[in-house]
């Protein structure tokens, strides 16, 4: 079930109050979000639309613990993330969030394989329980038999499955999805989507995704519209085509 | 957990244009560096090689080197009665000797270059045994004859076996050339003491300095004890190693300086080099850190790893900047000594000390060039990075 109105009662896997975030240009303060509430549950699907410039992005990377709010808290599985330190925060980001950017931000040098290992090096996992992690995620995504073979000898398609897998292979507490089709051919596009849908139906995983694409956006459950810091409930008959 | 090596080492060759230029920057440093310690080594190691332990230098009192001493006959009858010199067949193994300078044109360059022209007695091969005849014979007392030095033959023209030369006023024939196995010896050419100071119309019982040979190491003390104590003589005793190592000390100094002040100096520039490549490094990959970040690496693991990136970068340059001056090992130049005025050929020694200090010196360059940018990619906000292209 998600909320906006901010009368969860808290025991959502992510609540969010009150969130604000203001950034300074010289003398002008720019008021992203203001007093945005949310709730979330486990397995829930969300896709956050609205206008650039409208906020999507910081909202994700405050819910991502890759930025600070300037106001509110955001409570993800029990964990009051806005007051943790910087080092738990990264701690955090490690066990709790699964990231997927627009651009795919696979580290070109290394494999397939070593892309998708590497949050699992900041975990206890032996080598060969590592190997055996990659392995499933890899399948998962249906690139096993692309493992060793370096970004640029994939396709856009197949190196954003690369980055899901990364996402994923921890198994995090939820997958925070920014644009992920943005720099896809429709195909490659579709096929990145229902494969995100097929990790919220079939492994229950709970994804956020910010997205301009319609056809991304309705394959969430849950759609919601951000515009001028404040957020809501969108219908699906809203999204243009 | 630390940011996986393969991550560094792939990126240095994926951007080796860039690499390239710190590595060849800290390559040059390091062997220009190594390069001029060598040169000191070699020279160092050539006059310190020259003296031997078991043998003591006796010069009058204050004298710097035997260029301004003078020992007397009489004195020398004395030095030669002390404990502790060595005896053969009951005749104490000693050498008075003179020194001369004489110009001999380099084969280099035809210029005329300052021999050292020593006057030995005939049992200067018994006080140094390491001296050995490779050509001819030794010379005969009381004729112009000479041997000279490998070293000697090579630099200076004329000094072939059986050629004659002129210099002092006299006319001598060379009859032997001899190794001293690369110490100062070999730059040298030894006449007759004697004939040496009719030539040069010195008084024959005046010589400059006595070598003797003691019957150990060990007795070298009790030797100088007697010298020292004797009223007769104002002398001073030391034993030759050190006496070698002294005359090097000026040179060896001025050398290990340059070379220091040489290789700060471009070192520095090196250090630039290093900076550049590392700063590009990190805006190139601005947008890899973050996502690194954001997985969960924290700002340790990036500084560590473009450190770690920096140093690999160095120890290339340290390496190849070894590797580049290790054909100098061995190689002979010659030099003025300062102390005496004479021309010394001496082999560069370019030792594993001196290759590991290169190296650790390419490893500070790399540490010093290596940390603002590792810094910096570690302190650039996460959320700002990713939406770098």
Known sequence: MVRVDGGGDGTSLVTVRNLGKTYRRGSEEIHVLQGLNLDVDPGDFVAFMGPSGSGKTTLLNLLGGLDVPTTGSIRVAGDEITSMSAGKLTAWRARHVGFVFQMFNLLPVLTAYQNVELPLLLTRLSRRERREHVETALAVVGLADRMHHYPRELSGGQEQRVAIARAVVTDPTFLLCDEPTGDLDRRSADEVLEMIAQLVSEYRKTVLLVTHDPRAAERAHVLLHLDKGVLVEAQRADLVR | ?389
């Open chain 2, 1 to 389: 957990m630390a940011i996986p090596l393969i991550y560094n080492v792939r990126s240095i060759r994926r951007r080796w244009t860039s690499s390239i230029v710190a590595v060849l920057g800290i390559a040059g440093a390091v062997g220009v560096f190594v390069a001029m310690l060598a040169m000191a080594r070699g020279f160092q190691a050539t006059l310190v090689q020259s003296g031997s332990p078991g043998n003591a230098l006796v010069m009058r009192a204050g004298a710097s080197s035997e260029m301004v001493s003078a020992v007397t006959l009489d004195q020398e009858r004395i030095i030669e009665s002390a404990p502790g010199v060595a005896r053969h067949d009951g005749q104490p193994i000693v050498s008075p000797e003179v020194i001369v300078m004489a110009p001999f044109p380099l084969v280099s360059t035809g210029t005329d270059a300052n021999v050292q022209v020593r006057g030995v007695s005939a049992r200067a091969l018994e006080v140094r045994p390491t001296v050995h005849m490779l050509a001819g014979r030794f010379l005969r007392a009381g004729l112009n004859e000479l041997v000279v030095g490998r070293n000697a033959v090579n630099t200076y023209q004329g000094l072939g076996l059986g050629r004659t030369v002129t210099f002092g006023g006299g006319t001598w024939t060379i009859v032997g050339v001899f190794d001293a196995g690369g110490t100062a010896f070999d730059s040298e050419v030894w006449a007759d003491a004697t004939i040496l100071d009719q030539v040069y119309n010195r008084p024959t019982n005046i010589y400059q300095s006595v070598t003797i040979h003691l019957t150990s190491p060990a007795a070298f003390q009790a030797f100088k004890d007697a010298l020292i104590a004797d009223p007769r003589l104002n002398v001073d005793v030391q034993q030759e190693q050190e006496y070698y190592r002294k005359q090097s000390q000026a040179l060896t100094t001025l050398i290990t300086v340059l070379g220091t002040i040489v290789g700060a100096i471009m070192g520095i520039g090196a250090v630039f080099g290093a900076l550049n490549t590392m700063y590009s490094a990190v805006a190139e990959r601005a947008r890899e850190v973050a996502t690194m970040r954001a997985i969960g690496f924290g700002p340790l693991s990036v500084v560590v790893s473009f450190m770690i990136e920096a140093i690999v970068i160095a120890g290339i340059g340290g390496i190849l900047g070894g590797l580049a001056v290790l054909p100098l090992n061995g190689f002979t130049a010659s030099t003025l000594n300062f102390q005496t005025f004479s021309n010394i050929a001496f082999a560069f020694r370019v030792t594993p000390g001196l290759l590991a200090g290169g190296l650790l010196f390419a490893l500070f360059m790399g540490l010093v060039g290596g940390t603002p940018p590792a810094i910096r990619a570690a302190r650039r906000p996460v959320s700002v990075a990713l939406r770098e292209l």
